[in-house]
């Protein structure tokens, strides 16, 4: 059971090129969703899911693009990168609402870099 | 709209200190709160959440709905507790979390 799976864990990027993060769980869990994190600013939630083919807008969806083909992925685009997009970016999942089961579960992190 | 706020950037104390890290919140509902902590360079990991009640490392926290608040506290802190500490109300619209901007907690010898 390798819980949530973040890659890569390490990217630079330059200004204006695209990239895929990968978030993978092994738990069924129903709901996934994507957060990044920044100095002074906590966790911000970009996207998240419900189940899959369901995904909806978080805080700071702007420049991001998700989809959710399945239950065990969540991969997070980015269209056209832009320095403000440098961040550590976390995925998580959690179980449905309906269990007793409310812990959120986060992947390892993935550091990104626009240049 | 729903917010967590935790006043303090940096909390620095001696071993063997008490410590309370604050958070308030906001929210029309029940809420639904947690604590996570994040050691350096490793994924967040839930601390304890308030339905549960629990002690995890020493470490309680507990809801006061009048003050809307739900601090944390350690009655002798210990080095290893140094991490960055996050409070988060759960957003059950969203099936998401909104996270407080974090403390980092150190804890020197």
């Known amino acids: 059971n390798a819980g949530v799976t973040q890659t890569p864990k390490f990217q630079v990027l330059k200004t204006g090129q695209s990239m895929t993060l990968q978030c993978a769980q092994d738990m069924n869990h129903e709901y996934m969703s994507w957060y990044r994190q920044d100095p002074g600013m906590g966790l911000r939630l970009i996207h998240y899911?419900?189940?899959?083919?369901?995904?909806d807008q978080g805080e700071v969806p702007n420049g991001y693009n998700v989809s959710r083909s399945t239950t065990e992925d969540f991969p997070l685009r980015l269209l056209s990168a832009a320095p403000s997009q440098t961040s550590v970016y976390f995925c998580?999942?959690?179980?449905?609402?309906?269990?007793?089961?409310?812990?959120?579960?986060f992947g390892e992190g993935s550091w990104l870099t626009v240049v | 709209a729903q917010r967590v706020t935790q006043p303090e950037k940096l909390l620095s104390v001696f071993k063997g200190a008490p410590v309370e890290l604050k958070c308030n919140y906001s929210?029309?509902?029940?809420?639904?709160l947690f604590w996570y902590v994040q050691y350096s360079r490793q994924r967040l990991q839930l601390l304890l959440r308030h339905i549960s009640r629990e002690s995890i490392k020493g470490f309680t926290a507990d809801l006061n709905k009048g003050e809307t608040s739900f601090h944390l506290k350690k009655p002798f802190a210990q080095e290893e507790d140094s991490a960055m500490y996050y409070c988060a109300l759960k957003n059950t619209g969203r099936r998401a979390l909104t996270f407080g901007s974090g403390t980092r907690l150190q804890v020197q010898p």
């Open positions: 899911s419900v189940g899959a083919g369901i995904t």
């Open positions: 998580a999942s959690s179980y449905s609402q309906g269990t007793s089961e409310n812990t959120i579960y």
């Open positions: 929210y029309s509902g029940s809420p639904e």
